[in-house]
């Protein structure tokens, strides 16, 4: 995004829940700020979050603090944040994880939208992918990429193999208008195989049948709110791992069989490529 308009929180936000991964009750907190970006707060100190560290190899996106502590799970946060353009607001967790709600933004989507306000910007606030930017996975066959766009543009394909014969594929062209239609209400999904050894990690402790979809070894899935929500969901934590910049991207992203672990390396060659021109 270019000088032009943006939002920021003018009251305060509370929502509480349990964690996807942790099963324990967390409490997240968004409060207004006087200062552009957006702002992770503990104990009373503040940092910006494209400075801190972040990893995805936990079945999610982490956080880590200067004092050594992390905040699990904040990609559907993050997600709610950039698909709104409001980048000027700061959050905090009582607790270790961010909400897992309903598996998906929608809840902290629409609280958003009654508690932001647009304002003017005089000044840059964006990364331009200048040129191609990608990382991948040889072993999985799987790649993220970004390359040059006057828009920011989302092209996701998801492949579980011919055992499954499910792929998906989805495009998304962002406007702050369809953010919600299109991407906010698709939830986190796991496939049916998968779930004892992700709770054998201790993972997953906070998983229902309300805010997880269980993807079966064969037939149909149940109760998709769309038929492609798998494709949307990868959409959905990919456009908040991509908020890890702290800024709006304008650019073309492409994930094929990508997860957090590509998105999050993907965002550090942008910082590296885009910002420190490395």
């Given at each position: ?137 040889e072993d999985r066959g799987a790649f993220v ?109 492409v994930s094929y069989k990508g997860g957090h ?18």
């Amino acid at each position: 995004m270019m000088a032009g308009k943006i939002r920021r929180l003018k009251k305060p936000i509370t929502l509480e829940g349990k964690g996807l991964h942790t099963g324990e009750l967390s409490v997240l907190k968004l409060s207004p700020t006087d200062e552009l970006g957006i702002w992770v707060e503990k104990e009373g100190e503040r940092y910006r979050l494209q400075d801190l560290e972040a990893d995805g190899s936990f079945r999610g996106t982490t956080l880590f603090l200067p004092d050594g502590s992390s905040i699990k799970t904040v990609e559907h946060l993050l997600a709610a944040l950039s698909g709104l353009g409001v980048w000027q607001v700061a959050f905090s967790i009582e607790g270790s994880e961010v909400p897992a709600l309903d598996g998906s933004c929608l809840p902290l989507a629409e609280e958003l939208i009654k508690n932001v306000e647009e304002f003017s910007l005089d000044e840059q606030f964006s990364l331009d992918v200048t040129f191609p930017v990608w990382v991948r996975d040889e072993d999985r066959g799987a790649f993220v990429a970004a390359f040059p766009s006057n828009t920011f543009e989302l092209s996701v394909v998801v492949n579980y193999g011919t055992e499954r014969g499910i792929t998906q594929a989805m495009e998304y062209v962002h406007q702050e208008e369809s953010f919600i239609k299109e991407l906010a209400g698709a939830r986190t999904f796991v496939l049916e195989e998968e779930i004892e050894e992700i709770i054998s990690r201790g993972l997953g402790l906070g998983g229902t049948k309300d805010n997880t979809i269980v993807v079966p070894l064969k037939g149909p899935i149940p109760g998709l709110r769309y038929p492609d929500e798998l494709a949307r969901h990868k959409a959905l934590d990919l456009m908040g791992d991509l908020a890890l910049l702290g800024v709006p991207l304008k650019g073309l992203v492409v994930s094929y069989k990508g997860g957090h672990v590509l998105n999050v390396e993907l965002t550090k060659r942008l910082k590296r490529a885009c910002v420190l021109g490395e």
